[in-house]
């Protein structure tokens, strides 16, 4: 072969991997390609509260209620409702044409099955379920819930959209014991779960659901109409490398990047054939929070979580963290800006405060030098600065620090164990939320004040609290609840359950292509449309 | 011949049963909770501990190794805390990715680095010889990973000539199969390369200064002869042994290579397992990896026989 036949022969080769090769990045525009921000693994979102599981959740299944992009409840499988003039009497009635995924109706009864497995799981629903004194089933398309007393979240605990969502399944499904996971995967929502192309690990795939009948509503949020324009949405659980990623999204072979690495935001705002979408509500998507120990020295007494909460200065944490400043903002409400709850009140103990007033306050708080036991997850990228931050500023506030490096599931095995730090325990991690999770007092898990038995990791505990959160559940008039949120937000800056440490956006990226997106709380994939790539 | 292999076959077994103690006793001393991971951030501690009440892991560890190691004894590697699916069927569907990336890098080595170690070795000391080492030299130093995005940037994205991700099974089509795997396997292959060229210089090095070199040259063979039939044959022994590590190490895993080209492999499968403490398939694979390497090593010793016949067994 002469050194010309060779050159041909190259040159064909090449012709060949570069015609294959954009056939292969060529989108079809009826498959939806996506890089979710994390993996699959559980298939239960009413079993874990993992925000996969809760976005996996959305894809099958449906909810009697939803909430708007402006935090209201609006209707989603039920078509009217009444409640009674003492509040106790709740009665739903549920929209015509419901199906399941295997063709058969949704009833009344699948919808009291599935609120009863979600009342034993979701800390809502277990607040919920204090109140209910039974549920019925009148007529197929009709259920009741009576209550105890007047409860003044019935219709935000059904309409919640973050973990853990209640979702409606087949009444065989939600009989399943509320701490065993389902393995029948039936919903009625606009995508149908494609079991047998499942691989952990690897993707997990959803077709449409050609009988789904969407609201008549534009999308908000998690309400309105769940248009499915996708016969195909794929979910690629491989591609976890950040590089790859914008890799595979430049050259066509993905269309959504969930969650961008930040540090390729700006080279992604200016690629002409990327979209980066404003999809999370204007009052921000997450929340930076550090977490106290209660129980152990030195974070037992109040004034030095005071001490602590008045050194942490929002914007160092938020400017270490995120870095781009037009993706975070800080926010002195421990509700997230922008959402009903959100007020500044209390705050001015962290908001107004320097690192002059925290070394007053740690002075004054009788801080015995004993070490703080910061836990620092090195593999979590979205908040594993916070850790650095947080030591340097107690440091120069005063506080003896030990950060402890470990990967973020040591952590999270570590932080429920209640021994002293020098023997296993800790006294701080910090971590993030995302909106939905910590819009109100019932929700925000970090507000739990009822001690070592059943509050959240840190295990605060304050009668005072309570009593707030209690009457905020029970309180109906909404004006009144704002005043209870605020006085419940004062006591919690006054206790220092925790520090809230600045609000920012997750970036989501998509090929210019893609259309239809709309503000929504987390990674929802009905309305979006995909046209033919123009290359 | 036959008595050997039945020793070999017989010390398998009590080498799998340390690695299963082992491998047992190590995760259950090391920190992290699968219950807490797998019931999420806003779980209570209550309900952490039911789940761990519903794994089995709120019994003695011994009982819970009993209960494991009884399974394993009749085939059952268990089933995933995290997957809830068998362990068995989580490596099996792993397998394919892995053999064939490791089957392709290999062959893409060996047909590289073989010649290149026998061209540098007849050549020793001249130019060729130098670019080779040299070259040696920075495949061991450059981070795969650097290579896999310099390879995605040229290859990809520049000129579009493969994909930059993914895996496509052979089943859905050998062309679409082969191209996922042509990158990667470069990739990884680069380092091989570098590691079986500097072995097959040396040992190839040394035959070339042995006697019967000289009679074959003084017997008017061709040069391609004495350095094919003679030199490399003479050398094979410690070709082969690196071969053999090469295998046993691309089946036990190569994570950064699988994480840059989300290729589902077991070395993925081993690294998720690990993350979320998930104890019967960090189990289950480290089983399969020990019997893997034990198979690769008796292979490797068995195939001495046909390279020098001086060995017997």
């Known amino acids: 072969m002469t050194i010309s036949r060779l050159a041909a022969a190259a040159a064909v080769a090449a012709t060949v991997l570069t ?62 409702w009444t409640e009674s003039p003492d509040h106790r009497l709740w009665t739903f009635k549920l929209r015509k044409g419901l199906e399941f995924h295997d063709g058969k109706p949704v009833t009344s009864e699948d919808a009291v099955a599935s609120l009863q497995r979600w009342g034993k799981r979701d800390g809502m629903g277990i607040a ?21 007393e007047a409860c003044g979240f019935v219709l935000e605990a059904l309409g919640k959209p973050s973990s853990n969502v209640p979702f409606i399944m087949p009444k065989r ?59 195909r949405v794929e979910l690629n659980l491989a591609l976890r490398d950040a590089q790859a990623q914008v890799s595979a999204l430049q050259k066509g072979e993905i269309d959504i990047i969930e969650a961008l690495a930040v540090e390729h935001y700006e080279a992604m705002k200016k690629d002409p054939n990327l979209v980066v979408p404003n999809i999370f509500n204007g009052g921000g998507a997450l929340q930076h929070m550090a977490r106290f120990n209660h129980l152990h020295k030195p974070f037992d007494n109040a004034a030095v979580r005071r001490a602590a909460i008045a050194a942490f200065q929002q914007e160092a944490f938020l400017k270490a963290q995120v870095g781009v400043k037009e993706l975070y903002k800080t926010c002195p409400s421990m509700f997230m800006c922008g959402t009903p709850y959100a007020s500044a009140a209390g705050s001015d103990i962290q908001a107004k405060s320097n690192m002059k007033k925290a070394q007053e306050l740690l002075k004054a708080s009788g801080y015995d030098g004993t070490p703080v036991v910061i836990m620092k997850p090195t593999d979590l990228v979205t908040i594993t600065k916070l850790p650095d931050v947080a030591a340097q500023l107690l440091r120069q506030a005063g506080f003896k620090v030990d950060l402890q490096a470990m990967d973020w599931q040591t952590l999270v095995g570590r932080r429920a164990k209640k021994d002293p730090p020098d023997k296993g325990g800790w006294n701080m991690f910090l971590t993030a939320w995302q909106a939905a999770d910590i819009a109100n007092p019932i929700t925000m898990a970090a507000l739990e004040s009822k001690g070592e038995k059943s509050s959240w990791f840190g295990w605060p505990s304050d009668a005072k609290i309570e009593e707030l959160r209690a009457q905020f559940m029970r309180e109906t008039d909404e004006a009144k609840k704002k005043k209870l949120a605020e006085a419940i937000q004062v006591r919690a800056f006054e206790v220092g359950t925790h520090a809230p440490l600045g609000e920012w956006f997750n970036v989501t990226v998509g090929r210019k292509n893609v259309t239809g997106w709309f503000v929504t709380n987390g990674n929802i994939y009905w309305n979006l449309k995909k046209s033919p790539p123009s290359h | ?65 009993g209960i494991w190691f009884g399974n394993v004894l009749t085939g059952d590697l268990g089933e995933s805390f995290y997957y809830k699916t068998t362990v068995a069927s989580l490596i099996a569907h792993r397998l394919e990715p892995t053999l064939s990336l490791a089957t392709l ?39 795969v990973f650097v290579l896999a995005y310099i390879l995605i940037w040229t290859v990809s994205l520049e000129l579009g000539w493969l994909p930059v991700q993914g895996y496509h099974r052979m089943a859905d089509g050998f062309w679409p ?22 072995v097959t210089r040396a040992s190839v090095l040394e035959a070339l200064g042995e006697d019967y070199i000289r009679t074959a040259r003084a017997k008017g063979l061709p040069e391609v002869r004495v350095l094919v039939r003679h030199a490399l044959t003479n050398a094979a022994v410690p070709i082969v042994t ?62 001495y026989v046909f390279f020098d016949p001086r060995i017997r067994y």
């Open chain 2, 1 to 65: 011949m036959w008595s050997f292999l039945a020793r070999r076959v017989a010390a398998t077994l009590p080498v799998m049963l340390v690695v299963a103690v082992l491998v047992f006793l190590m995760l259950r001393l090391t920190p992290g909770d699968p219950a807490a991971i797998l019931a999420g951030d806003a779980a209570s501690t209550d309900q952490i501990a039911r789940i761990r009440e519903s794994l089995g892991l709120d019994r003695p560890i011994l009982v819970q190794f």
């Open chain 1, 19 to 80: 015609a294959t090769g954009a056939v292969l990045a060529q989108g079809d525009p009826k498959v939806l390609r996506i890089v979710p921000h994390s993996n699959l693994a559980v298939l239960d979102p009413i079993w874990t509260t993992a925000y996969m599981s809760r976005n996996h959740g959305y894809m099958i299944y449906d909810t009697l209620f939803s909430t708007d992009e402006k935090a209201q409840i609006k209707p989603q499988m039920v078509e009217s």
């Open chain 2, 177 to 198: 199969y082969l191209q996922h795997l042509i990158l990667p396997s470069i990739t990884l292959s680069v380092i091989y390369i570098a590691f079986i060229a500097r």
């Open chain 1, 128 to 148: 919920l379920m204090t109140f209910v004194e039974r549920m019925d089933t009148p007529t197929a398309d009709t259920f009741r819930i009576f209550l105890r």
């Open chain 2, 242 to 303: 690196v071969i053999g590590i090469g295998i046993a190490l691309l089946i036990g895993g190569v994570v950064v290579t699988e994480s840059v080209y989300a290729i589902p492999g077991l070395g993925r499968l081993t690294v998720d397992a690990v993350l979320a403490r998930d104890f019967p398939t960090i189990q289950g694979v480290i089983l399969f990896f020990s019997f893997i390497y034990v198979l690769v090593n008796l292979c490797v010793d068995l195939s």
């Open chain 2, 105 to 143: 890098t290999l062959l893409i080595a060996v047909l590289v680095a073989v010649p290149l170690g026998v061209i540098a070795a007849w050549r020793f000391g001249g130019w060729f010889d130098r670019a080779l080492m040299a070259f040696s030299v920075l495949g061991f130093s450059v981070p």
């Open chain 1, 173 to 231: 499904v939600a009989d399943t014991d509320a701490f065993k996971q389902i393995d029948d995967y039936t919903g009625s929502g606009p995508y149908v779960f494609k079991r047998d192309e499942f691989k952990p690990g690897d993707k997990s795939v959803y077709l449409r659901n050609a009988k789904y009948v969407p609201r008549k509503e534009a999308p908000s949020g998690t309400a309105g109409g769940k248009l499915a324009h996708f016969e």
